[in-house]
């Protein structure tokens, strides 16, 4: 990689440019969303494996429509807004939720 990068400063300057452009937070990059739901779903199935099935609780919403993981424009953000709360207050994410409020009051008492 550094070879690629070459040793010039003019040369070295401008592909440190290109990349930081490339991987700008700004842009949807597969690769980090590769990483991210893969970690994911490492940590879900290690969760598994330690907690008893009634204590893992996993709210993940699964969205109607795209939305661009590593896109913050407003539009973008109002959409996963709107569809998460969606999720929380209706069907799978409403029940699994309430579970969980019932768990967390119960062991409160």
């Known amino acids: 990689m550094t070879s690629w990068l070459g040793h010039g400063g ?10 930081c ?10 690769l980090l969303r590769a990483t991210s739901d893969g970690s994911s779903d490492a940590v879900e199935y290690q969760a598994k494996m ?11 919403p699964i969205y ?10 407003t539009d973008n953000l109002k959409g996963m807004v709107a569809d998460s709360s969606a999720y929380l207050l209706t069907g799978v994410g409403s029940v699994t939720l ?3 409020i019932t768990a967390l009051l119960n062991y409160a008492n």
Request: glycine share 2%; hydrophobic share 35%; net charge positive.
């Open 50 to 60: 330690l907690l008893a099935a009634n204590n893992y609780y996993r709210l993940q």
């Open 98 to 100: 309430e579970r969980l």
């Open 64 to 73: 109607q429509q795209p939305h661009e993981s590593f896109n913050a424009n």
């Open 10 to 19: 003019g040369e070295l300057a401008s592909r440190r440019d290109f990349f």
């Open 21 to 30: 452009k490339l991987l700008s937070p700004r842009r949807d990059i597969p």
